[in-house]
């Protein structure tokens, strides 16, 4: 059974930077889809980046410009590098891979 484990969250000051880690266990198969999505308090839980096994990127708008996603298919791992963070990015943080979904990791960007 396919497990996803999110990591890399924190608390950083705007205009910081982050790196969020995610990795899948369990897949007796290739891993075809690995995306990052978050939920801040009151709002639904929105699409921040995605990426396919073939490399194909998509993200937010909010995001373009500042966010990075990458992966690694043979560890399994999916990556997203942050950087000048907005308070408005403030959010618990989810991988999702292949339909299976993390517990989320915190991320808090202070003014």
């Known amino acids: 059974q396919l497990q996803v484990v999110e990591s890399g969250g924190g608390l950083v000051q705007a205009g910081g930077s982050l790196r969020l880690s995610c990795a899948a266990s369990?897949?007796?198969?290739?891993?075809?889809?690995m995306g990052w999505y978050r939920q801040a308090p009151g709002n639904q839980r929105e699409l921040v980046a995605h990426?396919?096994?073939?490399?194909?990127?998509d993200y937010a708008d909010s995001v373009k410009g500042r966010f990075t996603i990458s992966r690694d298919n043979a560890k399994s791992t999916v990556y997203l590098q942050m950087n000048s963070l907005k308070v408005e990015d403030t959010a618990l943080y989810y991988c999702?891979?292949?339909?299976?979904w993390g517990q989320g990791t915190q991320v808090t960007v202070s003014s």
């Open positions: 999702q891979v292949d339909g299976c």
């Open positions: 990426i396919t096994s073939g490399g194909t990127t």
């Open positions: 369990g897949s007796s198969f290739g891993i075809y889809y």
